[in-house]
């Protein structure tokens, strides 16, 4: 189990959808996700994937907002693993880059094919059988064509691009990628010109990718390892506490084991899953308290209780007071520090 299973939401989303007029707070809402991922953003696959369709509810035309994001996202706001794309020595070289980091931000990841005059980048998922929404896959296909555009400083074409999805017209997209699209593909891609990969960045940055480098190459070994199944465990709790899935036998399928697998490890790390399950309302509760514009409803459903009574009663059993005591008396020591 490695944190592959886990999804860190791309630094800079919420500025660029911000910019669209989308509030953050709305958008994970409508996702029915923990407000917490805002500040906190690393989410489940399946959450991942929610707030992609949340977007894409909300944006209304699928097709306009595949091609929104990747161009009103600024530079300045691209993550460290973009960020050494963009200042990569040529097109060939920020694709190389992309693909390889992007294995730090699951659960897509990307295939370049060079052959002829042609060069096919693919999609792929790491999970095969649960796949993205369209309009996540469309927004990924069009940023690594704005990237060659932006690093270039030239109007690249693609020469083709695939999808599995259909859309109801294309005409926005074919206008922005300057080529045909094909809809019920067999896979998601982008064709470009080979010689297109030859062209160097003007914004390319010797200095900065000495930097960026070997930071980026310890990230992507430091994710290869596996952490612990109860840390793992309370990580996904947390992240559905708003929903149903709090059974044991829900986080053993995700984990991808069995019921008494999952069990027998937690046992072997001198801890019960109800246990984790309480430690992880608890600790978001807390969370929660702390920000004064959640009312107490509100964070008695975003930890998972049906009914505000409920969540008084077990507050109390943690902190041995109510949770409105507890908020008064926490904002008072904010305000004194």
């Known amino acids: 189990m490695t944190i592959n299973t886990r999804v860190r939401i791309p630094d800079g989303l919420w500025t660029g959808l911000k910019k669209l007029g989308i509030n953050a707070h709305d958008l994970v809402r409508k996702a029915k996700m923990p407000l917490t991922v805002i500040t906190e953003p690393v989410v489940t696959v399946d959450q991942y994937y929610a707030l992609w369709q949340a977007y894409s509810d909300i944006i209304g035309d699928m097709e306009v907002g595949m091609l929104q994001l990747p161009t009103v996202f600024e530079t300045t706001q691209y993550p460290p693993s973009v960020l050494a794309a963009y200042h990569a020595r040529d097109y060939r070289d920020a694709l190389e880059r992309m693909t390889r980091y992007k294995e730090m931000c699951p659960p897509e990841k990307l295939r370049i094919m060079e052959k002829d005059t042609n060069c096919v980048i693919e999609l792929e998922w790491f999970d095969t059988e649960h796949t993205g929404p369209p309009l996540l896959v469309g927004t990924t296909l069009a940023f690594l064509l704005e990237l060659g555009r932006r690093g270039t400083g030239y109007s690249i074409k693609a020469k083709s691009v695939e999808f599995t999805h259909s859309f109801d017209q294309v005409q926005a997209l074919e206008e922005y990628f300057g080529c045909p699209i094909h809809i019920g593909a067999k896979r998601n891609s982008l064709t470009l010109q080979r010689d297109d990969l030859n062209r ?120 041995g007071e109510t949770p409105l005591n507890w908020r008064a008396e926490h904002a008072l020591i904010n305000e004194l520090n």
């Open 200 to 319: 160097p960045f003007t914004s390319y940055n010797a200095d900065l990718l000495e930097i960026l480098t070997p930071v980026l190459e310890q990230t992507l070994e430091e994710q290869q390892h596996s952490h612990s199944i109860t840390e793992i465990v309370k990580w996904i709790l947390k992240r559905n506490l708003t929903g149903e899935r709090l059974d044991i036998q829900d986080v053993a399928s995700e984990l991808g084991m069995s019921e008494r697998t999952l069990q027998r490890r937690l046992t072997n790390e001198e801890t019960r899953f109800k246990e984790l399950l309480k430690e992880a309302r608890h600790e978001q509760s807390k969370q929660y308290l702390a920000n004064p514009n959640l009312d107490i409803k509100e964070v008695a459903f975003l930890v998972g209780y049906k009914d505000q009574s409920s969540f008084y009663r077990a507050f109390r059993s943690w902190e």
